[in-house]
């Protein structure tokens, strides 16, 4: 038989395997949650999206779920690249976007297009350029949506000051100017003509200009069909972005995405600002809509709030208290045994 401090001994190794192993297991992952929303409604939550999460482009998916009541799912991802899936009838899919998951929690907000035959445009041809953008006090409060129409109308450039534009059997519109965080703005256009569409985002908010810390998100959707998907650079400090250089829409009607060319991006074409982004254009805003950072705020809903990862490196998120107790309770009985077992030697 085994002396007493012997058997007690071989608890040590085990218990300091648990004490390393299960708070590094603990940290590795952070809280997710996906929020997704109408793209042409603020705040108008989606319940029942079902969300598949891959780790790869075309592996397959390693969690998921559907969204509750608030439109939301909560789940638990280690940081990293993963491609995630959304899916809800009635609505345009998303299928394996990019997303990036950080050290810390966050909510990652995503909104749908309605389907077309949803909105009683079955017999349409249909471009949508859907811009969100975060929801965090400190971030940009006020960004805008423009586009310049390829036709030859009186006012081409449809944005908040003219957020609707009708022309030779096609239609361009604004659908909503949000003023305080998170978007959508959502443009679209009806029947386009052929030609070359310029789109850009502009943070009404700035000086000083803090697009790269907005998180700004831009959808395009041909038909019923996701067509691109863009995320402003984290480094960028302009007040204007444009995701891609147009849509041109040829003369089979079809639509395209057109990308920037490494010189164009080399020369900072796509922060440089268009010929209708003028000083001007700020003073002709609607008396209902000026001075952003007048309008009080919005209180901000505890899901739009990313949660601050706890100063210090602490890591109370990832290593619930309950744990770190009875991690001290076992270390202190083990201890225990250890000395009872001394002193019977
Ligand atoms: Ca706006």
Known sequence: ????????????????????????????????????????????????VSIGIARTKKGEQVTGGETDAAGQLKTR????????????????????????????AQVITTTLSMMM?????????????????????????????????????????????TASHRAAGHSAALDVDDTDWGGPETITLLDP?????????????GPPATLGDSDAVVRVVFGDKAAGEYRVPKDLRSRVWKPF????????LEPRVVAFSPEELAAKADVTAPPEQTSRLEESVPAERIRPDSAPARPVRPEESAPTPPSGGSKSEDCPTGTIVFI???????????????RKK
């Open 77 to 104: 991802l280690a940081p990293g690249k993963y491609y995630v899936t959304y899916q809800l009838d009635g609505y345009v899919p998303i299928e394996r976007t990019p997303t990036e998951v950080s050290g810390t």
């Open 1 to 48: 038989m085994a002396p007493r401090h012997s058997r007690a001994r071989s608890w040590i190794l085990p218990l300091l395997l648990l004490l390393r192993v299960a708070p590094a297991a603990a940290q590795g992952q952070v809280s997710i949650t996906f929020q997704v929303n109408d793209a042409m409604v603020k705040n108008k939550v989606l319940p029942g």
């Open 245 to 252: 250089k147009a849509v041109e829409v040829d003369r089979t």
């Open 117 to 161: 035959e949803s909105v009683g445009q079955a017999d349409r041809r249909r471009i949508q350029i859907v811009l969100n953008w975060g929801s965090r006090p400190e971030q940009v409060k006020d960004a805008d949506s423009h586009v310049v129409c390829a036709c030859d109308g009186a006012d081409p450039h449809v944005f908040f000051s």
């Open 328 to 342: 001290i309770v076992v270390v202190v009985a083990m201890i225990g045994m250890v000395v009872r077992a001394g």
């Open 193 to 205: 003509p052929p030609g070359t569409y310029r789109y850009w985002v502009h943070s009404y908010s």
